[in-house]
Nanobody, 119 residues
Framework: QVQLVESGGGLVQPGGSLRLSCAAS????????MGWYRQAPGKQRELVAS???????NYADSVKGRFTISRDTAKNAVNLQMISLKPEDTAVYYC?????????????WGQGTQVTVSS
């Protein structure tokens, strides 16, 4: 069973920075992609950023230029560097790992880490 463990969330002032990390229980090279999603109260979970095994990245428009996703294959981890944080970035952030297969892809999720941007 794949386990994803997030860390790095917390409380930060507007304009501040945070770095989220997600450690996988196995090699991240086994996944087609890894990414970060977030869910704010009363809202649907949304994609924040993702990165494929080939290194291609995808970002939500709302975070482009402020967030950077990266892979650390030596540590089997994926990181999300967040700068210029805004109150609207407040949410629970979830790590995702995806495997492709015939039919629907297989998704694995972490337990989530809270990010709160407030003065």
């Amino acid at each position: 069973q794949v386990q994803l463990v997030e860390s790095g969330g917390g409380l930060v002032q507007p304009g501040g920075s945070l770095r989220l990390s997600c450690a996988a229980s196995g090699s991240i090279s086994n996944f087609y992609s890894m990414g970060w999603y977030r869910q704010a109260p009363g809202k649907q979970r949304e994609l924040v950023a993702s990165i494929t095994s080939g290194g291609s990245t995808n970002y939500a428009d709302s975070v482009k230029g402020r967030f950077t996703i990266s892979r650390d294959t030596a540590k089997n981890a994926v990181n999300l560097q967040m700068i210029s944080l805004k109150p609207e970035d407040t949410a629970v952030y979830y790590c995702n790992a995806r495997r492709l297969r015939v039919g629907a892809p297989l998704d694995y999720w972490g337990q989530g880490t809270q990010v709160t941007v407030s003065s």
